[in-house]
């Protein structure tokens, strides 16, 4: 079973930043597509970022364009999420994924991805 391993979370005023990191010891997932995803409490899981697997092409979530950045770095095997101007409505457990589909763009869906960590939780107080 393929485990991805989030990292970087935790507790941040507003306005702060955070950075989030993705890896998956044991398994490259170079050649796929990746995304992070969110969800607050009684709420659904969000889509928040996605890149394609050459790190070309990338997708913000409305709410976080223009604040947020997903990169990857594939010759380190890892994916990260920097999170600048932090909100309140930003706090959520966050989860990294692994895409469906080798080669392939960045995926908006929560069904086009395949393999998903355990998450990282994010708080961000007023």
């Known amino acids: 079973q393929v485990q991805l391993a989030e990292s970087g979370g935790g507790l941040v005023q507003t306005g702060g930043s955070l950075r989030l990191s993705c890896a998956a010891p044991?398994?490259?997932?170079?050649?796929?597509?990746m995304g992070w995803f969110r969800q607050a409490p009684g709420k659904e899981r969000e889509f928040v970022a996605g890149?394609?697997?050459?790190?070309?092409?990338?997708a913000y979530a409305d709410s976080v364009k223009g604040r947020f950045t997903i990169s990857r770095n594939n010759a380190k095997n890892t994916v990260s999420l920097q999170m600048n101007s932090l909100k309140p409505e930003d706090t959520a457990v966050y989860y990294c994924?692994?895409?469906?589909?080798?080669?392939?763009?960045?995926?908006?869906?929560?069904?086009?991805?395949?393999?998903w960590g355990q998450g990282t939780q994010v708080t961000v107080s007023s």
């Open positions: 890149i394609s697997w050459s790190g070309g092409s990338t």
């Open positions: 994924a692994s895409g469906r589909t080798p080669w392939g763009d960045y995926a908006l869906m929560s069904d086009d991805y395949v393999y």
């Open positions: 044991g398994r490259t997932f170079s050649n796929y597509p």
